[in-house]
């Protein structure tokens, strides 16, 4: 049975970091560069998030969830550069369109920060199974309900498009047009949204049911199926996370 996840198997040395730690390292990618709001400190947690992907071995599998992302960046870049309240200088002229400098460099920081943000992520959910991260959670102590939660979002982005590719495949065999010029895909992505949708739902639900019917409500003590997840370095590196955000933010401070 076909696993729905984005976890990507891999022998690498990122893939054995307990997710806690994974978790502690997100958090460190998106505060330190809003402590420190400078171009450079978000270049470099940018480049520390890429580093860690390629040791991970899963860097070509950031490069689709970057480039959907690219409609809203271009939006982002278009608006800050025409109409951000600081524009003074201009950069460049498209006939009558002026797209100016500060609006231009305060939307790439942007950008800069979208791309970081979406690269510590990768990390997670690339490198870590979701039902280890989610089994780290319950036994910290976080209610199982949220936990089922938590797994049914990450589940839900590959089964949509497991159930896309598999209704795709079954308009393609009844002569149905899905590839080929722009107009043409539209026209055959259009329909599969609300069956694709609907779809997810219910499984999500029929899952949902099935727990039930197993007790899953029972104040009863639960069990794990699986041994807890341990690195011997998570402590270490827990703690270098934390003294990094600590010094962002004396650093903030003292500047």
Same mark, same amino acid.
């Given at each position: 049975?076909?696993?729905?996840?984005?976890?990507?198997?891999?022998?690498?040395?990122?893939?054995?970091?307990?997710?806690?730690?994974?978790?502690?390292?997100?958090?460190?990618?998106?505060?330190?560069?809003? *402590? #420190?709001? $400078?171009?450079?400190?978000?270049? /470099?947690?940018? =480049? !520390?998030?890429? %580093? &860690?992907?390629?040791?991970?071995?899963?860097?070509?599998?950031?490069?689709?969830?970057?480039?959907?992302?690219?409609?809203?960046?271009?939006?982002?870049?278009?608006?800050?550069?025409?109409?951000?309240?600081?524009?003074?200088?201009?950069?460049?002229?498209?006939?009558?369109?002026?797209?100016?400098?500060?609006?231009?460099?305060?939307?790439?920081?942007?950008?800069?920060?979208?791309?970081?943000?979406?690269?510590?992520?990768?990390?997670? *959910? #690339?490198? $870590?199974?979701?039902?280890?991260? /989610?089994?780290? =959670? !319950?036994?910290? %102590? &976080?209610?199982?309900?949220?936990?089922?939660?938590?797994?049914?979002?990450?589940?839900?982005?590959?089964?949509?498009?497991?159930?896309?590719?598999?209704?795709?495949?079954?308009?393609?065999?009844?002569?149905?047009?899905?590839?080929?010029?722009?107009?043409?895909?539209?026209?055959?992505?259009?329909?599969?949204?609300?069956?694709?949708?609907?779809?997810?739902?219910?499984?999500?639900?029929?899952?949902?049911?099935?727990?039930?019917?197993?007790?899953?409500?029972?104040?009863?003590?639960?069990?794990?199926?699986?041994?807890?997840?341990?690195?011997?370095?998570?402590?270490?590196?827990?703690?270098?996370?934390?003294?990094?955000?600590?010094?962002?933010?004396?650093?903030?401070?003292?500047?």
């Amino acid at each position: 049975m076909r696993t729905l996840t984005l976890y990507q198997q891999r022998n690498s040395l990122i893939h054995k970091v307990d997710p806690i730690s994974k978790l502690y390292y997100i958090a460190a990618a998106i505060l330190i560069p809003i *402590i #420190l709001p $400078t171009l450079n400190m978000t270049f /470099i947690c940018m =480049l !520390v998030s890429i %580093g &860690l992907l390629l040791i991970g071995k899963v860097f070509k599998k950031v490069i689709p969830l970057v480039s959907f992302s690219l409609i809203v960046l271009l939006s982002i870049i278009i608006i800050q550069g025409l109409f951000n309240k600081t524009n003074k200088i201009a950069f460049l002229t498209l006939g009558s369109i002026t797209f100016y400098k500060e609006g231009l460099f305060y939307a790439f920081k942007i950008c800069m920060r979208v791309i970081n943000i979406i690269c510590a992520f990768s990390i997670l *959910i #690339l490198t $870590t199974k979701p039902s280890d991260l /989610i089994e780290e =959670l !319950v036994r910290k %102590g &976080l209610s199982p309900k949220i936990g089922y939660v938590l797994s049914s979002v990450l589940q839900i982005i590959p089964q949509m498009v497991s159930t896309m590719d598999t209704i795709t495949d079954a308009q393609r065999s009844r002569g149905m047009e899905t590839e080929g010029k722009l107009f043409v895909r539209m026209k055959a992505f259009l329909p599969l949204i609300g069956p694709v949708v609907m779809n997810s739902l219910i499984s999500t639900r029929e899952r949902a049911m099935a727990l039930e019917v197993r007790g899953f409500n029972s104040k009863v003590k639960k069990s794990f199926l699986n041994d807890e997840f341990k690195f011997k370095h998570g402590f270490l590196i827990r703690a270098v996370i934390i003294t990094l955000i600590a010094a962002a933010i004396l650093w903030r401070i003292i500047a």
